[in-house]
């Protein structure tokens, strides 16, 4: 089963069919409000507002284990994560989507970013942080769409809650990276660990503030272009979780958890058995 993270801008998309309300609450506290069982064309999905249903959560505050442990807890197999993003690449123009492959993380450690710790040994390769294997299967969706899709790139995710910084917004350009985002770390490594594939959908709402002969875009215009992007993020959805089992063949389930445990079951602490078993399956 697909899950789908909406992020800000997409907190709720209205052809939704609600079926199920779920529960939140894991073992790292509850996930984020607004998490059910919905569906999406002839599918059936899980659906979690990452802010909250209210967009009540800043990036520093979702609980980001929470979120994914839930996901994987009611079935996921594989999450679709669509977000707004800055463009710090002029050919990523407002109302673009961006798959990026590559992610730097500047964030400040404020954020639980791993299931392990505590007692539960691993580490997880994140050479390869998104599931090329989706990648793949999507790109022909690409051609049906009436807006630009971009393959690759490199997401810098920062803290927040501010905005970047002229001279912040120049370096991360000089170091590689093409869009900017607040939260789609620690999500794409914990959902490795957990053995889900991870598929990145990336909105782009305006020009971060490098480049002087863009004039600095307003909360309203952004707001404007994010009600535009939630139609298109709807239909591009609405096709990929019509692919039939596309996780069959992905990389995540083996190479997360599973094969990052460096521990064997019975040395692990008795009170994190049961949800190290969820993870794991």
Same mark, same amino acid.
């Given at each position: ?18 079926? +199920?309300?779920? $529960? ?6 509850? @996930? ?19 802010? /909250? ?16 442990? @839930? ?12 977000? &707004? ?5 002029? +050919?990523?123009?407002?109302?673009? !989507? ?36 989706? #990648? +793949?299967?999507?790109?022909?969706? *690409? ?14 995710? #920062?803290? /927040? ?8 917004? $120049? ?9 900017? /985002? !607040? ?7 914990? &959902?490795?660990? @957990? ?25 309203? +215009? ?10 298109? &993020? ?22 997360? !958890?599973? *094969? /990052? ?8 602490? *008795? ?11």
């Amino acid at each position: 089963m697909w899950a789908l993270i909406g992020g800000s801008g997409f907190e709720n998309f209205e052809e939704f069919e609600v079926l +199920e309300e779920l $529960n939140t609450e894991t073992p790292f506290g509850p @996930a984020s409000s607004g998490l059910k069982r919905v569906k999406l064309g002839n599918q059936e999905i899980i659906f979690l507002s990452r802010h /909250g249903a209210h967009h009540e959560l800043l990036p520093s505050e979702i609980n980001y284990r929470a979120n994914i442990y @839930a996901l994987k807890q009611h079935g996921a197999k594989a999450v679709l994560s669509v977000s &707004a993003i800055g463009s710090l690449a002029k +050919e990523y123009k407002p109302g673009d !989507m961006v798959i990026p492959f590559q992610y730097i993380d500047r964030t400040k450690s404020l954020r639980e970013s791993s299931f392990f710790g505590g007692g539960l040994i691993g580490h997880v390769s994140l050479a390869k942080p998104v599931s090329h294997t989706l #990648i +793949e299967q999507v790109r022909p969706i *690409a051609q049906d769409v009436d807006f630009d899709i971009h393959f690759g790139g490199t997401y810098i995710c #920062i803290e /927040g809650p501010y905005f970047s910084t002229k001279a912040e917004s $120049n370096y991360y350009r000089q170091i590689g990276a093409t869009v900017i /985002g !607040m939260t789609n770390f620690p999500e794409y490594g914990l &959902a490795r660990e @957990a053995g889900l594939s991870y598929l990145p959908c990336c909105f782009v709402t305006d020009y971060d503030c490098w480049d002087d002969s863009i004039a600095h875009v307003t909360v309203e +215009e952004v707001i404007k272009v994010m009600k535009t992007n939630n139609a298109k &993020a709807f239909s591009f959805a609405k096709r990929v979780v019509c692919l039939k089992d596309p996780w069959a063949s992905c990389e995540a389930s083996s190479s997360g !958890m599973k *094969a /990052g445990l460096f521990m064997p079951m019975e040395a692990i602490p *008795a009170e994190k058995k049961k949800w190290v078993e969820v993870l794991l399956k």
